[in-house]
T-cell receptor
């Protein structure tokens, strides 16, 4: 069965530190991959997406993600976190149907 | 484009009342999705439409919930009768085939 796993429910990082949020998927074929961010009280906003080609994808707000087929992963990274990055992050996959992960809540401490 | 539009943004109602949530997808998008988000259960897909036709409603909690899409630019999610456990944020999203979903701002429903 297709699924998306975000192993970390909650992560805390210091402002200025690097960030990596994990996402693993289980899918028959290579799916299309997405990361969304949800700030408190807001809807989900697309950060970046991977369909094909270069496995390192750049997104908005300084985020990037790397698709690793061998590991069935699509981890989100940011070299230096800002306090405004505190939010909920969702990984999602689609080929025919859309599947969201359970989300990772990010807290940024000064 | 104005993006996905949802109304109302907030709804407070009493138990037993009928609630209707509305969504206008992005023009040209073939797919429309309804989600519910709570602290306990996270983001749940309730139902989705393709070209105005419901494709998968397996996420609809029970018969009290119904969704319609009478045309390509409008969809409703109705709860009748509403219960306190229906309190949640309801999101509508739309997309092109095999592409990213664009989310509306959500409707925060409180049932007292």
């Amino acid at each position: 069965a297709q699924s998306v796993t975000q192993p970390d429910i909650h992560i805390t990082v210091s402002e200025g530190a690097s960030l990596e949020l994990r996402c693993n998927y289980s899918y028959g074929a290579t799916p299309y991959l997405f990361w969304y961010v949800q700030s408190p009280g807001q809807g989900l906003q697309l950060l970046l997406k991977y369909f094909s080609g270069d496995t390192l994808v750049q997104g908005i707000k300084g985020f990037e993600a790397e698709f690793k087929r061998s590991q069935s992963s699509f981890n989100l990274r940011k070299p230096s976190v800002h306090w405004s990055d505190a939010a909920e992050y969702f990984c999602a996959v689609t080929r025919n149907q859309f599947y969201f992960g359970t989300g990772t809540s990010l807290t940024v401490i000064p | 484009d104005a993006g996905v539009i949802q109304s109302p943004r907030h709804e407070v109602t009493e138990m037993g009342q009928e609630v209707t949530l509305r969504c206008k997808p992005i023009s040209g998008h073939d797919y429309l999705f309804w989600y519910r988000q709570t602290m306990m259960r996270g983001l749940e897909l309730l139902i989705y439409f393709n070209n105005n036709v419901p494709i998968d409603d397996s996420g609809m909690p029970e018969d009290r919930f119904s969704a319609k899409m009478p045309n390509a630019s409008f969809s409703t999610l109705k709860i009748q009768p509403s219960e306190p456990r229906d309190s949640a944020v309801y999101f509508c999203a739309s997309s092109l085939p095999g592409s990213e979903q664009y989310f509306g701002p959500g409707t925060r429903l409180t049932v007292t």
